[in-house]
């Protein structure tokens, strides 16, 4: 969590994790809006492929279903 100051007088306003943050502070009345600089949540990335591990067999043992 990030401590969230006041930019005029440096009181603390808050402990948070925030993307958008507009907070008045009770000391001044300085309206504080606050932006996060990069996202909480980061999106996990697809792996290569040299870095699967999935073993794929296409094969039915030899035989095939009659279709229908």
């Given at each position: 969590?990030?401590?969230v100051?006041?930019?005029q007088c440096g009181?603390?306003?808050a402990e948070a994790e925030f993307v958008r943050l507009a907070i008045k502070c009770p000391r001044c009345g300085t309206l504080n809006n606050l932006k996060?600089?990069?996202p909480l949540i980061r999106a996990p990335?697809?792996?290569f492929e040299k870095?699967?591990?999935v073993k794929?067999?296409?094969s039915v043992g030899g035989?095939?279903?009659p279709f229908g």
């Open positions: 969590m990030e401590i100051r006041c930019g009181r603390k306003l996060a600089v990069e990335r697809a792996p870095d699967r591990h794929t067999d296409n035989r095939q279903t």
